[in-house]
């Protein structure tokens, strides 16, 4: 059993679990290395265009933690913060988790705002020049992983 495996358990017992961030798909926003994420368990109303979800994905990558990018009805798109193009299909049931809360440095910001929302719609409106910020964050290090992953 993995620990995503485990958060998927205590979220599915109607537990929230915080867990680090691990990849560099949800930069710039989210961190490897820096961020811990806050995730409830999920309801109907806040899988919205705009929020982040913990799903399961496949076998070869058993969750994915991206924003929501589509919902038609049953069916969510999920795309990181830090993809240029690749998407993820998948239904609503398999969401996990959804992320209310990252902390960075003992700092806590929420996610499941009105406002976070905004964010994510305009940095989707932004895909065609995401490439070309995206690689001046990463040249000014701005999100470049620091410190240890843990999975």
């Known amino acids: 059993m993995t620990v995503l495996d485990e958060a998927a358990r205590l979220l599915e017992e109607g537990r929230q679990v915080m867990i680090p961030v691990s990849g560099v798909s949800m930069r710039p926003w989210l961190r490897p290395g820096l961020d811990l994420v806050t995730l409830a368990p999920p309801e109907a109303e806040a899988m919205r265009v705009?929020?982040?979800?913990?799903?399961?994905?496949?076998?070869?990558?058993?969750?994915?933690?991206?924003?929501?990018?589509?919902?038609d009805g049953e069916e969510l798109t999920l795309m990181g913060d830090g993809n240029i193009q690749a998407r993820e299909r998948v239904r609503r049931a398999d969401v996990v988790g959804v992320a209310i809360s990252a902390e960075r440095r003992g700092c806590q910001r929420r996610l499941d705002t009105a406002a976070e929302r905004r964010k994510g719609?305009?940095?989707?409106?932004?895909?065609?020049?995401?490439?070309?910020?995206?690689?001046?964050?990463?040249?000014?290090?701005?999100?470049?992983?620091?410190?240890?992953?843990?999975?």
């Open 121 to 151: 719609r305009l940095w989707l409106a932004l895909r065609p020049l995401r490439r070309y910020i995206l690689y001046v964050l990463k040249k000014v290090d701005r999100y470049k992983p620091t410190g240890a992953m843990l999975f």
């Open 50 to 71: 705009g929020a982040i979800v913990l799903a399961r994905y496949t076998a070869e990558h058993p969750y994915v933690m991206h924003r929501i990018v589509a919902v």
